[in-house]
C-alpha cells in the first residue's frame, strides 16, 4: 500500500531538476518560454519559417537556414583528437567570417540576432545551438535534445569547414576529424539541406541571378520545402527530379552533395527517402551531436526539460515591516482554464503556514504551439520577523512541491525599499540590502552583468561595505548601504540599468530573490 502510494507520486509532476537552480532555470526559459506570456523573443524570428529579416520579402532566404548553418559552420573547425575546437561561437569572430569557408552574409545576421539573448547563464554558442534546435524543431521537424553550459571562445579556431569543390575523401576526412563517419557525414548534409540552398551572391559561379521576383536574392533551394524540415531532400534526389545546386549544378566540380549522397550507393538516402519517420529520428540523433561537439574540456548540462511546475521572476523586496512577495508559477502542458482554483502556500521561519490565491496571468506556448502552458501570478505581504521558508502550489487541490521538497525562497538578503534612485540609467542612488540578522555574510556584493572585450557576458561587482554600525531596518533585518555613483557603474562596456545583489555565506554565494531589481524606488533627496 505505501510502496504504491509512493511509485504514483513520483510518477506524476515529477521536475526534471529541483528548482531553483539560476543556470538551469536561465536555460529552461529560453528553451520553452517561446511564444505569448514571458517570451523570451528568440522564436518570433521563426515566424514564419521562412521569414527572413535582413532583406525585403520574398528573398528566397530564410533565418531558420541561416541558423542552422551557423552552428554547424561553428562547430565543424572541431579536432576529435587534439579536443580544440567545436560549438564555441568563435564563428562570431570577423576573422572566421572572412575565410572563403565561411562564405556569406548568413553568419553575420544570426549572430547579431542572437548575442543578445546570452546572458551570464546562457552562453552566444549555448544560443547557437539553440537557435539551429528551434529552427528545426519549430518548422517541422523533431524534438532534438538541448543541453547547455557551451563555454565561448575568446579567439577564432583554425578553420576547417568543408567547401563544395572539395573532392569527396576531403569531406570523408573532413567529418572524421569532426568526429562523424562517412554514413553520418551523409545524414548530416542531408539533416541540414532540407533547409535553405545556394545563393546567387554568395556563389555566382554556382547559381545564377534568377531574376525571380518570388525569390529576390536568386537562391537555388535544396528541396522544393526549403523552410520546412521534411525528407523531401532525400526524396527529391532519389526519384532524380531534384534541383539541389550542389547534386545537378552544371559545373561537377562543386557538386558536392551529389558525391556525399552516393558515397554509399544511395543506400542512406533510399533508407532517408522511404522513411521520414527514420529520417527524423536521424536528423534528431545527428543534430544533438553536432551541436554537442564542444571544445575538449568544457562540460555541457543535463538535457533540458520542462519544469512541469515552475516558479518565475520571485521577488522578495522589504518595505518596513513587511516583506513584498512576488511572483508567478508556471504549469507546462495546461491550458488557461478559469475554473482552476491555484493557491499558493508557504512556510515561514517560525513554525507558521500560510495561504493565498492566485491570478491567472497568461499562458504561453512553445515548439510552433505543441506545447502549452498556463501563468499564475501572486502578491502578497508577509511579516519580515515570520520571513519565508519554502512555498507550494495546490492546483485544484493537489499539492505541487517538487515531491516534498518544496520550492526554496530565500529570505537572508534582499533589497529594501529605503533605497533611492538619483537616476535610472545609468543606475545610481543609494542601495540599502536588507541582511536578515544571523546570516553573517562574510560579504555583501552589488553584481552586474557586462560584455567583455569580446562580447562574452561576464559578471562583474561592487563591494557593499560592512556597516561600521549595525542599522536595524526592524527585528529581523539590517541594512547595508552602498551609494552607488557614475564612476562604480558601467564598469564594463554598458553602464548598469540593474544590479543583483549577492551575499557570501559560508564560502557559498546566495542571490536576493528577483535578481535584477528594476522596482520603482523614490529620489533620492540628498
Ligand atoms: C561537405 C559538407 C557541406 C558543404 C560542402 C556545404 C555547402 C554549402 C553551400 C555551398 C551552401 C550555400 C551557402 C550560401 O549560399 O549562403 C550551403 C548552405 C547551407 N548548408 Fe551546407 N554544406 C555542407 C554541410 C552542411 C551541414 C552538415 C549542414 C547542417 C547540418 C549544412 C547546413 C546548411 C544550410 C542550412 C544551408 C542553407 C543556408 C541558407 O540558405 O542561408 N551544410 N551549404
Ligand atoms: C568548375 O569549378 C571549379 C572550382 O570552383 C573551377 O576551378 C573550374 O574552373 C570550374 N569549371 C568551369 C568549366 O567553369
Ligand atoms: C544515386 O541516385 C541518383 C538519383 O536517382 C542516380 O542518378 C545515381 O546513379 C545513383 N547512384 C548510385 C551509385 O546508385
Ligand atoms: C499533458 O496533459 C494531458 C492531460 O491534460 C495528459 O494526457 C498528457 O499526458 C500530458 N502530456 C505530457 C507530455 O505530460
Ligand atoms: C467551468 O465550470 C462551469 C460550471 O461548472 C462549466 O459550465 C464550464 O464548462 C467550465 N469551464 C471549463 C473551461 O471547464
Ligand atoms: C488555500 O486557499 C484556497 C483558496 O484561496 C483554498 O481553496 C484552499 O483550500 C486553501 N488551502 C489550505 C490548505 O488552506
Ligand atoms: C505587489 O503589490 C504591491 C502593493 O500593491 C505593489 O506595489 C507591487 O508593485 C506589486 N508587485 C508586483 C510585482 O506586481
Ligand atoms: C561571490 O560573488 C562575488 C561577486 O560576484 C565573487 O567575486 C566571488 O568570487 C563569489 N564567490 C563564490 C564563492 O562564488
Redesign the pocket.
Known sequence: MFAITLLASLAVGANAYIWPSPQLDALESIRYDQDGHRSQGISVFLEPCDLFIFSASPSGRADSADWIRTAYHDMATHNVADGSGGLDASIRFLEEQSRPENAGDGFGNTITVFLAHANRYVSIADVIALGAIMAVENCGGPEIAFRGGRVDAGEPNLPGVPEPQQDLQSHIDSFARQGFTPTEMIGLVACGHTFGGVQHDTFPDIVPDLHDPGNLKSVAHFDTTFSHFDNNVATEYISGTTQNPLVVGANDTTNSDKRIFSSDGNATMLSFANSPELFASTCADLLARMVDTVPRGVQLTEVIKPL?VKPAAVQLILDGSNLQFSGEVRF???TADPNRSVSLQWDDNVGGTHNVSTQASGVSSAVAGRFTAAWYAFNSTLDAVAGITSMRFLVDGKVEDQNGVGFAVQDGILYSKTSCLQSQNPLTGRLDVAVRNGLNPTHVFLEQEVRDSVNRPVVVSIEVPRPAQALAANDAYSLWSITVADNNVGVGSSPATAFTITAEVGGVNITANGGQFLATLPACTT
Request: net charge positive.
Open positions: 512541469l507546462w502542458n495546461k
